[in-house]
Nanobody, 124 residues
Framework: QVRLVESGGGLVQAGGSLRLSCAVS????????SGWFRQAPGKERELVAA????????YYTDSVKGRFTISRDNVKNTVYLQMNNLKPEDTAIYYC?????????????????WGQGTQVTVSS
């Protein structure tokens, strides 16, 4: 099993920055993908960013390109989401997630493990 624990959410003014962390414990598979989804009130959960562990290939949804950066630390088994120039529309619960294999997918049901979520609130 894989356990994911997020941290780093909070309240920030528009234009500010936050860094989310996701500690991965258990036995990650040799090939896997780590990602961050978010869900705003009344909206579907969407894939924000993802990184293929073995190749470091990344994916970003269009609305965060140039502002968010996903990275991972192999030694610490931690995935990060650096969020800069935050906007009120970035307000959501952010979930760390993990899937087996090496293919990216925006489909929620294709991800195998989830963290509990961390709230990010951006005030205008």
């Amino acid at each position: 099993q894989v356990r994911l624990v997020e941290s780093g959410g909070g309240l920030v003014q528009a234009g500010g920055s936050l860094r989310l962390s996701c500690a991965v414990s258990g036995r990650p598979f040799s090939g896997h993908v780590s990602g961050w989804f978010r869900q705003a009130p009344g909206k579907e959960r969407e894939l924000v960013a993802a990184i293929i562990w073995n190749t470091s290939i990344t994916y970003y949804t269009d609305s965060v390109k140039g502002r968010f950066t996903i990275s991972r630390d192999n030694v610490k088994n931690t995935v990060y989401l650096q969020m800069n120039n935050l906007k009120p529309e970035d307000t959501a619960i952010y979930y760390c997630t993990f899937k087996r294999g090496d293919s990216l997918s925006p489909i929620r049901s294709e991800w195998d493990f989830w963290g509990q979520g961390t709230q990010v609130t951006v005030s205008s």
